[in-house]
């Protein structure tokens, strides 16, 4: 069955430095949704993307946050400069169609900002 | 504001026991209704979902959920539980047009011997 797939499964980095988390969703899909978990806490949406641009976001998802669809394959969701708060699992998702039709998630890119 | 509340934080029921996990949502129309599952270290598997029409669905690993519009609420049950359904459990209400997910504070299970 086909899967949404993210790497790195964890990146560790410096307060301040841009972090890149990227994700390969399902071939057909045409949504695509990065969510946030921080530890203990639930899973917050950030940002939804459809036919190359933003469709709607969150406010934690400020200037710091952007995403982009460099191919036909990737989705990726850059922090340019990260703070100890960004610490959290990263989720990306992506759906076939209509908003009837379930997400698919990845398992997810746990980020630490040391 | 559009919320989903899972009241209970932690239950622990023993093996073989009927379980039910409760949500409630406030949404402005009768949202899209999700339940998924994470355990350790994984990601978020759908377990079931309600668009429209029956309200009693059926899902995987023989899960079903209600929804009872009077009660806003969206509860899920198994009837006889296994160790291997310890997990957190995620109750989640979509948007219609982006398809935004709107999730509650998870409900993390515990199966007793």
């Known amino acids: 069955e086909p899967e949404v797939t993210q790497t790195p499964s964890h990146q560790v980095t410096q307060m301040g430095q841009e972090v890149i988390l990227r994700c390969v969703p399902i071939?057909?899909?045409?949504?695509f949704y990065w969510y946030r978990q921080i530890l203990g806490q639930k899973v917050e949406f950030l940002v939804s993307?459809?036919?190359?641009?933003?469709?709607?976001k969150s406010e934690i998802f400020d200037d710091q946050f952007s995403v982009e669809r460099p191919d036909g394959s990737n989705f990726t969701l850059k922090i340019r400069s990260t703070k100890l708060e960004d610490s959290a699992m990263y989720f990306c998702a992506s759906r076939i169609g209509q908003a009837s039709s379930p997400q698919h998630f990845g398992d997810g890119t746990r980020l630490s900002i040391l | 504001a559009q919320s989903v509340t899972q009241p209970d934080i932690h239950i622990t029921v023993s093996e073989g026991a009927s379980l039910e996990l409760r949500c409630n949502y406030s949404?402005?129309?009768?949202?899209?209704l999700f339940w998924y599952v994470q355990s350790p270290g994984q990601g978020l598997q759908l377990l079931l979902k309600?668009?429209?029409?029956?309200?009693l669905v059926q899902g995987i690993k023989g899960f079903e959920a209600e929804f009872k519009r009077s009660q806003s609420s969206f509860n899920l049950r198994k009837p006889s539980v296994h160790w291997s359904d310890a997990a957190e459990y995620f109750c989640?209400?979509?948007?219609?047009?982006?398809?935004?997910?709107?999730f509650g504070q998870g409900t993390t299970l515990q199966v007793k011997p």
């Open positions: 309600y668009f429209s029409g029956d309200t």
């Open positions: 949404y402005g129309a009768t949202p899209y």
């Open positions: 071939s057909n899909h045409l949504y």
């Open positions: 993307f459809y036919n190359n641009e933003i469709s709607e």
């Open positions: 989640a209400a979509g948007s219609s047009n982006t398809g935004k997910l709107i």
